[in-house]
């Protein structure tokens, strides 16, 4: 599973409050990812990180801040969660050796509840 | 980013073989083909990747046709357990990945 662990796997929270979700990995790969999953849209990309300090937008990113600040760490925040982030945050990591986008290992997710 | 086109569903019988396509007319010399499945409650997992060639591993074969322009994803004998959504995607370079809608597969015992 290359090592990758999501916190909090559920959570509850409500609308205006600050929410962080953690992905590590253990196995110190450069690439990492954050999508966002929700019936009827499949899987969006919200931001990645090609290494410490240095992330980029993906399709989804507003409302929606990381942070890189160590290799094995890659941090979501939503600075006031909104109900239409409800939705199911999936972590993931590359492991191509190459340098190149390869094979992506997921997290379990984290299911995010914004009432 | 260059598209792909999958169906929207398949189904297949236990124990047969299972061929899914993937339509990318628009593919560039340096996409790589990539297929990921999503089983139930779980996040995607990598399945295979080419870039010209067949490919095969202990999941999956790779076909890719000779112009690039198609390719199917063939599992060679269905389980219950491979009932999943398949997604098709290029990627070329370090970009992430883009998933689409995928092809939900139904496996029927």
């Known amino acids: 599973d290359a090592g990758i662990t999501q916190s909090p796997r559920h959570k509850v929270t409500e609308t205006g409050t600050p929410v962080t979700l953690r992905c590590h990995q253990t196995?110190?790969?450069?690439?990492m990812y954050w999508y966002r999953q929700d019936p009827g849209h499949g899987l969006r990309l919200i931001h990645y990180?090609?290494?410490?300090?240095?992330?980029d937008k993906g399709e989804v990113s507003d409302g929606y801040s990381v942070s890189r600040s160590k290799t094995e760490d890659f941090l979501l925040t939503l600075e006031s969660a909104t109900s239409s982030q409800t939705s199911v945050y999936f972590c993931?990591?590359?492991?191509?050796?190459?340098?190149?986008?390869?094979?992506?290992?997921f997290g379990e997710g984290s299911r995010l509840t914004v009432l | 980013d260059a598209k792909t086109t999958q169906p929207n569903s398949m189904e297949s019988n236990e124990e047969e073989p299972v061929h899914l396509p993937c339509n990318h007319s628009?593919?560039?010399?340096?996409?790589?083909i990539h297929w990921y499945r999503q089983l139930p409650s779980q996040g995607p997992e990598y399945v295979i990747h080419g870039l010209t060639s067949n490919v095969n591993n202990r999941m999956a074969s790779l076909a890719i046709a000779e112009d690039r322009k198609s390719s199917t994803l063939i599992l060679h004998r269905a389980t219950l357990r491979d009932a999943a959504v398949y997604y098709c995607?290029?990627?070329?370079?370090?970009?992430?990945?883009?998933f689409g809608k995928g092809t939900r597969l139904s496996v029927i015992a």
């Open positions: 995607i290029l990627i070329s370079g370090n970009t992430p990945l883009v």
């Open positions: 993931a990591i590359s492991v191509s050796v190459e340098g190149a986008t390869g094979e992506l290992f």
């Open positions: 196995e110190n790969h450069r690439y």
């Open positions: 628009t593919i560039s010399g340096t996409d790589y």
């Open positions: 990180s090609y290494g410490v300090k240095d992330t």
